[in-house]
T-cell receptor
Framework: GENVEQHPSTLSVQEGDSAVIKCTYS??????FPWYKQELGKRPQLIID?????GEKKDQRIAVTLNKTAKHFSLHITETQPEDSAVYFC????????????FGKGTHLIIQP | NAGVTQTPKFRVLKTGQSMTLLCAQD?????MYWYRQDPGMGLRLIHY???????AKGEVPDGYNVSRLKKQNFLLGLESAAPSQTSVYFC?????????????FGAGTRLSVL
């Protein structure tokens, strides 16, 4: 089955700086790659996703890049703000998500004031 | 439009007891999922369903059963609860087809097994 590795497990950045979280996946059939943000005690919330026919996608301060050859994808957050502090999960799925998502173990992002 | 609703929100069980978690969605989604979340482990897929009357095993199905008798509901059952099943359980649903993959999550059920 699919295996998703996520790094780092904890990331501390100064407010206003950029943060980058990286994930690798094992199944070359995977074609859907979402990123979720989870605040303490809350449900995961989708922040951005990318499909395998696209190399990069951007939404305001958030961007995701995908390298299918190397089987890795990354989340980039620019101009970080205190409200960006949370746990971020990457995930991968084949079949457009029908078979469910395989998640990474998460990155605890801490924004230092 | 409530989205994905899970009941109950919290539950404490004794080892060996049984219970059913209910997930309901009002978005007419074909696909529904049950995940568990443990500290440091991310979310792991327990079972899923791609349509009414169908179910399939995910990554960690042992000790759980599911049923999808109605399109809008997906039930997760624990027949004989064990302490290892202490976790936060999330239900999710998504569309099928080319828009598939985008999953909407419920608020979660926090289960403790003593």
């Amino acid at each position: 089955g699919e295996n998703v590795e996520q790094h780092p497990s904890t990331l501390s950045v100064q407010e206003g700086d950029s943060a980058v979280i990286k994930c690798t996946y094992s199944d070359s059939a995977s074609n859907y790659f979402p990123w979720y943000k989870q605040e303490l005690g809350k449900r995961p919330q989708l922040i951005i996703d990318i499909r395998s026919n696209v190399g990069e996608k951007k939404d305001q301060r958030i961007a995701v890049t995908l390298n299918k050859t190397a089987k890795h994808f990354s989340l980039h957050i620019t101009e970080t703000q205190p409200e960006d502090s949370a746990v971020y999960f990457c995930a991968a799925s084949s079949g457009g998500g029908a078979d469910g998502l395989t998640f990474g173990k998460g990155t605890h992002l801490i924004i230092q004031p | 439009n409530a989205g994905v609703t899970q009941t109950p929100k919290f539950r404490v069980l004794k080892t060996g007891q049984s219970m059913t978690l209910l997930c309901a969605q009002d978005m007419n989604h074909e696909y529904m999922y049950w995940y568990r979340q443990d500290p440091g482990m991310g979310l792991r897929l327990i079972h899923y369903s791609v349509g009414e009357g169908t179910t399939a095993k995910g990554e960690v199905p042992d000790g759980y059963n599911v049923s999808r008798l109605k399109k809008q509901n997906f039930l997760l059952g624990l027949e004989s609860a064990a302490p290892s099943q202490t976790s936060v359980y999330f239900c999710a649903s998504s569309y099928s087809g080319t828009s598939g993959g985008l999953q909407y999550f419920g608020a979660g059920t926090r289960l403790s097994v003593l």
